[in-house]
């Protein structure tokens, strides 16, 4: 079983509103991701976690706070976003982070993000 | 700068048609990974390729990794509209440095 799974599949938010990404896989993967796609172009990689501690946050801003709460959940938490936050948001896992082994990331469908 | 640079960008052909992408760089990359996404979907990992002048044949997806592992190709033979999307090379490049993606070659494979 190779599935990333992601709730809700689109999502519409206003800028003063909350909530929350849900992010899970079963293959025992200790490494998980959070990247966001604009439209036409490739994923931006926002944070990376190892063993469940974020190990990268690419500048990302602080109205997106993620959480690990335990090996197979990854969550995105919102709040105060702007309209060019609208994006598609994607999760993903591998079994590890480092280049001494391939370390393979499946994506999971992702959430299509739409602030008003 | 972009480590890893796509081309052609943009490809659209008629169904039965082979196709060529390439995914070049300057740098050496462990691994490098080819990914299919369609619109609206996340990106579908395609194969892994690890070793300089290795192929993996996917049906009738071919894929190569350059002997010195800086590069890599997609060759698709007789193209059929189910091969129309997003394809996307990612890479590792060194150290603990996460995925470095490519910048796509869309693809529409006309019936």
């Known amino acids: 079983d190779t599935e990333v799974t992601q709730t809700p599949k689109h999502l519409v938010m206003g800028m003063t509103n909350k909530k929350s990404l849900k992010c899970e896989q079963h293959?025992?993967?200790?490494?998980m991701y959070w990247y966001k796609q604009k439209a036409k172009k490739p994923p931006e990689l926002m944070f990376v976690?190892?063993?469940?501690?974020?190990?990268i946050n690419e500048s990302v801003p602080s109205r997106f706070s993620p959480e690990c709460p335990n090996s197979s959940l990854l969550n995105l938490h919102l709040h105060a976003l702007q309209p060019e936050d609208s994006a598609l948001y994607l999760c993903?896992?591998?079994?590890?982070?480092?280049?001494?082994?391939?370390?393979?990331?499946?994506f999971g469908p992702g959430t299509r993000l739409t602030v008003t | 700068t972009q480590l890893l640079e796509q081309s052609p960008q943009f490809l659209s052909i008629q169904e039965g048609e082979n196709l060529t992408v390439y995914c070049n760089s300057s740098?050496?990359?462990?691994?490098l990974q080819w990914y299919r996404q369609e619109p609206g979907e996340g990106p579908v990992l395609l194969v892994t390729?690890?070793?300089?002048?290795e192929v993996k044949k996917l049906k009738r997806l071919t894929f190569q990794f350059g002997d010195a592992r800086k590069d890599s190709s997609l060759h698709i033979t007789a193209a059929q509209p189910g091969d129309t999307g997003l394809y996307l090379c990612a890479g590792i490049n060194s150290g603990n440095t996460p995925l470095v993606f490519g910048k796509g070659t869309r693809l529409s494979v006309i019936a």
């Open positions: 740098s050496v990359f462990s691994s």
């Open positions: 976690y190892s063993y469940e501690k974020l190990s």
């Open positions: 993903a896992s591998s079994q590890d982070v480092g280049a001494s082994g391939t370390y393979e990331q499946y």
């Open positions: 390729v690890v070793t300089g002048g």
């Open positions: 293959m025992g993967h200790r490494a």
